[in-house]
Nanobody, 128 residues
């Protein structure tokens, strides 16, 4: 019953905002690492933002962003709804892509090869 279901994509003008949602089920919300990738036509799937539980002396959740979106995108979550969000502001045409949520129960996600589970994707189109 593991599922990742994205929603919230659409078409906006440059400078606009969108909030993507990823509803999870099957316990995947509690994954070691969970977050977002995107893929534009003809391009490789690329890292956007991922939150990871770091296990050390203390347990801390750290979110890492791609340089291309840092300062514009914010990842968050609603524990009660087992849902994660990607708030995207100051959108640029180069942000146009299919956005996917992805998770790994045990691994730290750093590249598109790492996730064990993927959503179906949601299209984001930014017009100039």
């Amino acid at each position: 019953q593991v599922q990742l279901v994205e929603s919230g994509g659409g078409s906006v003008q440059a400078g606009g905002s969108l909030r993507l949602s990823c509803a999870t089920s099957g316990g995947i919300f509690n994954s070691r690492s969970i977050g977002w990738f995107r893929q534009a036509p003809g391009k490789e799937r690329e890292f956007v933002a991922v939150s990871t539980w770091n296990v050390g002396f203390t347990l801390a959740r750290v979110t890492t962003y791609a340089d291309s979106v840092k300062g514009r995108f914010t990842a968050s979550s609603d524990n009660a709804k087992n849902t994660l969000y990607l708030q995207m502001t100051s959108l640029k045409p180069e942000d146009t892509a299919v956005y996917y949520c992805a998770a790994s129960p045990s691994k730290v996600i750093r590249t598109a090869l790492d996730p064990d589970y993927w959503g179906q994707g949601t299209q984001v189109t930014v017009s100039s």
